[in-house]
């Protein structure tokens, strides 16, 4: 079974950056690897629904962003190291929010962001949040 976990979140102040990380694992005994995947970042704040904040492609060839984040965040990917990173900078307020890291099967390149019930792996997320 694929499984993938966030880490990273934290509590900062507004301007401040952090960088999420989510490693998958149980990939040997599916018999698929780490780029075998394309995976993305999400967000929740409660109460509302869950929003795309960033995805890649299998190879890191592809990126889109969401645009509230554009030119703030940077996702990334280290196959080898079955990690997907999310590096966010100029952080805000309104960046609070639960983020998940979610992983479907590969596409071809340039297919461009998927919705989120086309992801199959969820993990539990990572909590942000920016103060004033």
């Known amino acids: 079974q694929v499984q993938v976990t966030e880490s990273g979140g934290g509590v900062v102040q507004a301007g401040e950056s952090l960088r999420l990380s989510c490693t998958a694992s149980?990939?040997?005994?599916?018999?698929?690897?780490?780029?075998?995947?394309?995976v993305a970042w999400f967000r929740q704040v409660a109460g509302k629904e869950r929003e795309g904040v960033s995805c890649?492609?299998?190879?890191?060839?592809?990126?889109y962003y969401a645009d509230s984040v554009k030119g703030r965040f940077t996702i990334s990917r280290d196959n080898a190291e079955n990690t997907l990173f999310l590096q966010m900078n100029s952080l805000r307020p309104d960046d609070t929010a639960m983020y998940y890291c979610?992983?479907?099967?590969?596409?071809?390149?340039?297919?461009?962001?998927?919705?989120?019930?086309?992801?199959?792996?969820w993990g539990q997320g990572t909590q942000v949040t920016v103060s004033d």
């Open positions: 979610a992983a479907g099967g590969r596409r071809p390149p340039g297919s461009g962001p998927r919705p989120e019930d086309e992801y199959d792996y």
């Open positions: 149980g990939l040997t005994a599916s018999g698929l690897t780490f780029d075998d995947y394309d």
């Open positions: 890649i492609s299998w190879r890191g060839g592809n990126t």
